[in-house]
Nanobody, 124 residues
Framework: VQLQASGGGLVQTGGSLRLSCVVS????????MGWFRQAPGKEREFVAA????????RYADSVKGRFTISRDYVKDTMYLRMNSLKPEDTAVYYC??????????????????WGQGTLVTVSS
């Protein structure tokens, strides 16, 4: 599985961005997909995840109600729509994938496939 993330940028507090992650590989229907982020000097943290086939989702408490994860079968692309952005959302965002479509873990060690990061900067 290969993943390619894009869509990061500079935005003001309260603004919105949509991140994209193009996915390629076999048996995507058996995969869970997700987004993690890593701020400077901090550990990588879970943001959101989705099962490719069923579309079940899971969110970190810090982004519930503001971020929406989704996927498009036709385009083989996963998205992260981010609204009401805050300075604390500033981080490099990574898309990730794992085999197994019934469990969406929050520990990054459970995700073996990673894309390159895309930087999101929220100015105050």
């Amino acid at each position: 599985v290969q993943l390619q993330a894009s869509g990061g940028g500079l935005v003001q507090t309260g603004g919105s961005l949509r991140l994209s992650c193009v996915v390629s590989g076999r048996n995507l229907n058996s995969h869970g997909m997700g987004w993690f982020r890593q701020a400077p000097g901090k550990e990588r943290e879970f943001v959101a995840a989705i099962t490719w086939r069923g579309g079940s989702t899971r969110y970190a408490d810090s982004v519930k109600g503001r971020f929406t994860i989704s996927r498009d079968y036709v385009k083989d692309t996963m998205y992260l729509r981010m609204n009401s952005l805050k300075p604390e959302d500033t981080a490099v965002y990574y898309c990730t994938s794992r085999q197994g479509s019934t469990w969406l873990p929050v520990d990054s060690d459970n995700y073996p496939y990673w894309g390159q990061g895309t930087l999101v900067t929220v100015s105050s």
